[in-house]
């Protein structure tokens, strides 16, 4: 395990420094292995450990080549704007989908957090966010039924909850304390956001709140892939 990860290291240091650019070829099996002086499996799993990671891809027949790691986008944690418009007003090639929205069995965080009882109903509604196709994060919203009675119905549709907030009259919000932390995906989380086990998720929860009313109108958990964002706190 030491010398793939001395193989590894090597190789990170030299994308890293320049010596490779995005789409060149790295150097065979083979070669890695005589120049480490390990067995050809060694430098196979090490390319293979990489590929997880995101630096390298490869090609049937061809080798092993750079991956283009250029996207990294500035995430700004805040409340003001929705990540929709940020990701829009960047320019990207931006889409938000829904992906599911059904009600929660009682959960004593969420519940206490919108100030619901236990005989209320609470939702969940998931977007997908995508930018040139490629899913980039997660966003889950827990909405309480006694504050948008229509959630059950309308929650199947949205695509962002700051237009949906906006169309029931909320135009300020602020959020509460932001609770961040990092983890490695779920085998559901892995499928939804195409990446490995190794890709680490950055999982952000906090309250967004109306600024006027100072009414609590979701728990949000969000999950952003390690490796596209770059974050401004």
């Given at each position: 395990?030491?010398?793939?990860?001395?193989i590894?290291?090597?190789?990170i240091?030299s994308?890293?420094?320049?010596?490779?650019e995005?789409?060149?070829?790295l150097?065979?099996?083979?070669?890695?292995?005589?120049?480490?002086?390990?067995?050809?499996?060694?430098?196979?799993?090490a390319?293979?450990?990489?590929?997880?990671?995101?630096y390298?891809?490869?090609?049937?027949?061809?080798?092993?080549?750079?991956?283009?790691r250029?996207?990294?986008?500035?995430?700004?944690?805040?409340?003001?704007?929705?990540?929709?418009?940020?990701?829009?007003?960047?320019?990207y090639?931006?889409?938000?989908?829904?992906?599911?929205?059904?009600?929660?069995?009682?959960?004593?965080?969420?519940?206490?957090?919108?100030?619901?009882?236990?005989?209320?109903?609470?939702?969940?509604?998931g977007?997908?966010?995508?930018?040139?196709?490629?899913?980039?994060?997660?966003?889950?919203?827990?909405?309480a039924?006694?504050?948008?009675?229509?959630?059950?119905?309308?929650?199947?549709?949205i695509?962002?909850?700051?237009?949906?907030?906006?169309?029931?009259g909320?135009?300020?919000?602020?959020?509460?304390?932001?609770?961040?932390?990092?983890?490695?995906p779920?085998?559901?989380?892995?499928?939804?956001?195409?990446?490995?086990?190794?890709?680490?998720?950055?999982?952000?929860?906090?309250?967004?709140?109306?600024?006027?009313?100072?009414?609590?109108l979701?728990?949000?958990?969000?999950?952003?892939?390690?490796?596209?964002?770059?974050?401004?706190?």
């Amino acid at each position: 395990m030491s010398e793939e990860m001395d193989i590894m290291d090597h190789l990170i240091a030299s994308i890293q420094s320049g010596k490779y650019e995005p789409d060149d070829k790295l150097p065979s099996e083979n070669e890695l292995a005589d120049t480490f002086k390990v067995p050809r499996i060694t430098a196979r799993k090490a390319y293979e450990r990489l590929q997880e990671l995101g630096y390298i891809y490869s090609k049937q027949g061809k080798g092993s080549f750079v991956q283009d790691r250029n996207l990294r986008i500035p995430l700004v944690l805040n409340a003001d704007k929705s990540f929709s418009q940020k990701m829009t007003e960047m320019g990207y090639a931006y889409r938000s989908q829904n992906i599911f929205c059904e009600p929660i069995e009682f959960n004593n965080k969420i519940y206490e957090s919108l100030g619901v009882g236990e005989e209320d109903r609470v939702f969940k509604i998931g977007r997908l966010r995508s930018i040139d196709g490629r899913p980039i994060a997660l966003h889950i919203s827990y909405v309480a039924e006694t504050v948008f009675p229509d959630i059950g119905s309308a929650g199947k549709a949205i695509t962002s909850m700051f237009h949906y907030y906006q169309n029931r009259g909320y135009h300020r919000f602020r959020s509460n304390e932001t609770f961040l932390r990092l983890t490695h995906p779920t085998k559901y989380e892995r499928e939804l956001l195409a990446c490995s086990s190794l890709i680490p998720l950055l999982v952000l929860e906090s309250e967004c709140i109306d600024s006027d009313s100072g009414r609590t109108l979701e728990y949000g958990k969000t999950m952003y892939r390690g490796d596209v964002f770059t974050y401004v706190i």
